[in-house]
């Protein structure tokens, strides 16, 4: 441990990080370890409250080699490389505008407008929006798919009333 920051044996510091992450296309993260290039995975341990501290680099025996503590303490290219694979490894759909909430026998089918274009996902009735302390809502839906409202008061007032029913935000 230096400067209140985990490093594993064997492991880079913040500093030298750089050298030893990467992403590669079409294939992912890798972390250099002892000398050999690892293939890993980025895991955020508060994805929804701090999605940018304390990600932890896995291998694919889902062991820990490296606690990253903030992505800011690192260069550019370590920051993007974190992000792409955390955003491969946990996608989240960003709503953008609610066309339409309908319940339907136990269902509750949500009409919605994506950074991807408009799709429509099922939740359970009995499950409810998720508001973060930071105002973020999230909803799961039936497949495990994430959806999120950074700032529900930034949508448009008709959306705002489809999700007020459903959420105190």
């Known amino acids: 441990m230096s400067d209140g920051k985990l490093e594993r044996e064997g492991m880079p510091s913040r500093e030298d990080l750089s050298r030893q992450v990467e992403f590669v296309e079409g294939r992912g993260l890798r972390l250099k370890h002892n000398d050999h290039w690892v293939w890993v995975t980025a895991k955020a341990s508060f994805p929804w409250t701090h999605p940018e501290e304390f990600i932890s680099l896995v291998n694919e025996e889902a062991e820990e080699l490296l606690m990253v503590e903030s992505l800011e303490d690192h260069v550019l290219e370590v920051r993007k490389a974190l992000k ?44 409810w929006p998720t508001v973060l302390d930071n105002g973020q809502v999230f909803v799961r839906d039936l497949h495990g798919d994430i959806y999120r409202i950074i700032d529900p008061e930034s949508l448009d007032s008709k959306s705002q009333e489809r999700l007020s029913a459903l959420a105190d935000f």
């Open 84 to 127: 792409r694979s955390l955003a491969e490894a946990g996608f989240c759909f960003e709503i953008l505008k609610i066309t339409g909430v309908e319940e339907r026998l136990d269902l509750r089918e949500w009409q919605v407008e994506t950074q991807s274009g408009p799709r429509v996902f099922h939740t359970k009735v009995s499950h």
